[in-house]
């Protein structure tokens, strides 16, 4: 039994309610979920989760396992990120991991020219789909540098990048929709009217949903969740599809059909605050640093340029 498989589930499980949900946010099946477990309670004698509640929780034995797991993780990655400079260069990686909302184009642009300027270092790309997996991952080591929504703790560096645009979409389904109109202006009365309708969430555990929950919170608004889904691009086509309102970032709109009949309505940026850019450890070595540097140059570059481009 793989340790940090264990640890994926322990982990994961905080945030689902079956252990189907564990495996399908994983990619694993059930079954083996299930044989990952029961063999690890057999192990330590101990029940780890427990599966009679629904949403299922961790027993105090298993929140016990998981952290020492966890620290047990973060001790290796970094005796083995210690050890990296007394081995040849061109045998290690740098794991960059990534938000759903980093475009292909993006890498397809980053990566070549990371490649170039650093010759004997491989990369690997490791998708997250929730801030708290996004945490996790870069405090315990199990990436080096982290794009996406900036991540914040004593120990951790940022490198800012933008504030994107943030759109509420308006299905045509909606008392509120307003025909022949894409573009729609942000009113508080607005906000407070659509807050009273069904909204397509995103999960609990997304940090942009946390951010925009935040904003409903600060104006004293409820919000009608009717559903959640841990998928941007599935949020926003089920939104558009009529089934509630739901908020989005900029870069989700070119993906929608034109012909489909919706408003749009962008958030004032003092409104609300979703700062993203690089994450990566204050104690990162040189190279790390040195490519999370130029990563964030390249990416300045690019936003300077498509700015350019619209004007």
Not at 18 to 25: E, G, L, M
Not at 130 to 154: Q, T
């Amino acid at each position: 039994m793989k340790q940090d498989v264990l640890y994926q589930i322990l982990t994961t499980a905080e945030d689902c309610q079956t252990v189907s949900d564990i495996a399908k946010k994983l990619f694993l099946s059930q079954p083996y979920v299930s044989q990952v477990l029961s063999k690890a309670e057999k192990k330590y004698n101990v029940v780890l989760l427990e599966r009679r509640t629904l949403p299922i929780e961790l027993t105090e034995a298993g929140r016990t396992l998981c952290d020492g797991l966890a620290k047990l993780h973060s001790d290796q990655m970094k005796i083995e990120q210690d050890l990296r400079r007394f081995t040849e260069e061109e045998q290690s990686y740098i794991k960059i991991g990534f938000s759903p909302i980093w475009a292909s184009s993006e890498s397809r642009k980053i990566i070549p020219v990371l490649q170039k300027q650093f010759e004997t270092t491989r990369f690997e790309l490791i998708k997250t789909f929730s801030i708290n997996s996004a945490k996790r991952l870069i405090d315990n080591r199990m990436v080096d540098i982290y794009l996406g929504p900036l991540l914040r703790g004593e120990n951790l560096k940022n490198f800012f990048l933008f504030q994107p645009r943030i759109f509420l979409i308006i299905p045509e389904t909606s008392k509120l929709y307003q025909e022949g109109k894409r573009d729609v202006p942000f009113s508080q009365q607005l906000l407070m009217d659509l807050s009273k309708e069904k909204m397509v969430s995103l999960s609990d555990d997304s940090g942009f949903q946390k951010t925009v929950d935040h904003l409903l919170e600060d104006q004293n608004l409820s919000v009608n969740k009717s559903i959640k889904v841990n998928d941007y691009e599935v949020a926003l086509q089920m939104a558009v599809g009529g089934l509630g309102w739901t908020a989005t970032l900029e870069y989700m709109l070119p993906n929608l059909d034109p012909d489909l009949k919706y408003n749009q309505v962008e958030l004032p940026h003092n409104l609300i605050q979703s700062d993203n850019g690089l994450t990566i450890h204050m104690d990162s070595n040189d190279r790390d640093k040195e490519v999370a540097q130029v990563m964030t140059r390249l990416m300045k570059d690019d936003l300077v340029a498509r700015k350019l481009t619209k004007e």
